[in-house]
Every structure is written in C-alpha cells, then in structure tokens.
C-alpha cells in the first residue's frame, strides 16, 4: 500500500507560477500510474480532472482547463510526481489531490473513482 503526501501549495497572484510534489512511500511507486485532481471551494463531492502520468512517465494527460499550463511529470528514483502550474488563474483555487492506483487494466484514467490511493491534499489559492 502506497502513502502519498502533497506539497507545494499556497497563494498566488493571477498570471503566478506553483510547482506541487506529491511524495510516495510504501509500494513500488514505479508501478503506480499517477494523477492529479482537484476539488473546488464548497463542492467537496466531486473531483475533477487535473493530469496524469503513466508509469514510465512516457505519456502524460490533462484536462481541457490545464492543458498548455500545467506540466505533469514523475522521477520514478525520487518517488515522486510534479504539477508545474503556469499561467495560474483565480479559477484554479481549489485543493489539490496526488492519486494513485497500480495495477493499471485500462480503466478510465480521468475518472477519479479508478484511483485507489490518495492524499491528503495541498490548497492552491489564487488571487486576482
């Protein structure tokens, strides 16, 4: 069983920069596939989509609202996994979840239910 733990949020000015680090231990994380979600302020029922990255870290994946801003990428030799967050916008704020879920059968990678691991979140605020 892996344990993740986020790192790396915090206020920000719109246009700003936040790079978060999501650090596992337990398991063998090269084999875990990784994924970022966030939820927004008061709607704590849903999880949306933020990046993915496979397990080698060759194929990575995001959302319509973080594609060409944010960068997903993992060191497999750190046990780790990186959201570099450009272009930050107040619309971003949210609280920031690492996931994670090995093995993989092609379940839907955007879908926060195929995760079995999570953390415990890191909050991203984003001033205008």
């Known amino acids: 069983q892996v344990q993740l733990v986020e790192s790396g949020g915090g206020l920000v000015q719109a246009g700003g920069s936040l790079r978060l680090a999501c650090a596992a231990s337990g398991g063998t994380f090269s084999s875990y596939r990784m994924g970022w979600f966030r939820q927004y302020p008061g709607n704590e029922r849903e999880y949306e989509f933020v990046?993915?990255?496979?397990?080698?870290?060759?194929?990575?994946y995001y959302g319509d609202s973080t594609k060409g801003r944010f960068t997903i990428s993992r060191d497999n030799s750190e046990n780790t996994v990186y959201l570099e967050m450009n272009s930050l916008k107040p619309e971003d704020t949210a609280v920031y979840y690492c996931?994670?879920?090995?093995?993989?059968?092609?379940?839907?990678?955007?879908?926060?239910?195929?995760?079995?691991?999570w953390g415990r979140g890191t909050q991203v605020t984003v001033s205008s």
């Open positions: 990046a993915a990255v496979t397990q080698t870290g060759g194929t990575t």
């Open positions: 996931a994670a879920r090995s093995p993989w059968y092609g379940e839907n990678l955007y879908d926060s239910s195929s995760y079995d691991y």
